[in-house]
């Protein structure tokens, strides 16, 4: 079964411009989550997303969205980027009923 | 979400078991213990899960104690490719699908 795969790998971007990132679950996982990795603050939780629906999110500024489609894939867009907002995106998916995530490679961003 | 304390960095001989300690001290019934790891600049790796009882899969074993404060997640031979950052993590579906991830224990497996 293959994994969760996560595109782009790699990204630059400069500050003010936007950008959108995808995720396409584990088949049959239903349950796609975010998370944001820095050197200074770690590992983080943006948001989780069941059936097309924002389940759960993390606290982090309405720039950070993201959206589920019908098929389970998921996106993630940052809007007005700035230079803290560099980092490693995680894609995680699971099960409905289950709460062990798999997660993907990442999207590393880097904004200028 | 119950938190975890774990020791910032431990070390280990190639061959040899890797005792990771964790203690959850705030950890409420229906939460479950998790292990990922993380090698270098990839995405985290479920290891095991358990809820009250030791549990044993083909990467790892997870010693919970009977008051469920603490639990040892335990590589048997550990390798170089075993050096990562550990992450010990109490959740339930309670929160919904999210992990919240503290600093880890930076392994290092030497030979």
């Known amino acids: 079964k293959a994994g969760v795969t996560q595109t782009p790998r790699y990204l630059i971007k400069t500050r003010g411009q936007q950008v959108t990132l995808s995720c396409s679950p584990i088949s049959g996982h239903r349950s796609v989550s975010w998370y944001q990795q820095t050197p200074g603050q770690g590992l983080q939780f943006l948001f989780e997303?069941?059936?097309?629906?924002?389940?759960n999110k993390g606290n982090f500024p309405g720039r950070f969205s993201g959206r589920q489609f019908s098929n389970s894939r998921s996106e993630m867009n940052v809007s007005t980027l700035e230079l803290g907002d560099s980092a490693l995106y995680l894609c995680?998916?699971?099960?409905?009923?289950?709460?062990?995530?798999?997660f993907g490679p990442g999207t590393r961003l880097l904004v200028l | 979400d119950a938190k975890t304390t774990q020791p910032p960095s431990m070390d280990c001989a190639e061959g040899r078991a890797a005792n990771l300690p964790c203690n959850h001290s705030t950890i409420s019934g229906n939460e479950y213990v998790y292990w990922y790891r993380q090698i270098h600049s990839q995405g985290p790796q479920y290891i095991i899960h358990g809820l009250k009882n030791n549990e044993t899969n083909e990467m790892a074993s997870l010693i919970i104690t009977e008051d469920r404060k603490s639990s040892t997640l335990i590589l048997p031979h550990a390798t170089l490719r075993d050096t990562a950052v550990y992450y010990c993590i109490v959740s339930s579906m309670e929160y919904g699908n999210k992990l919240v991830f503290g600093a880890g224990t930076i392994l290092r497996v030497k030979s």
């Open positions: 997303y069941f059936s097309e629906t924002q389940r």
């Open positions: 995680a998916s699971s099960l409905p009923s289950q709460e062990t995530q798999y």
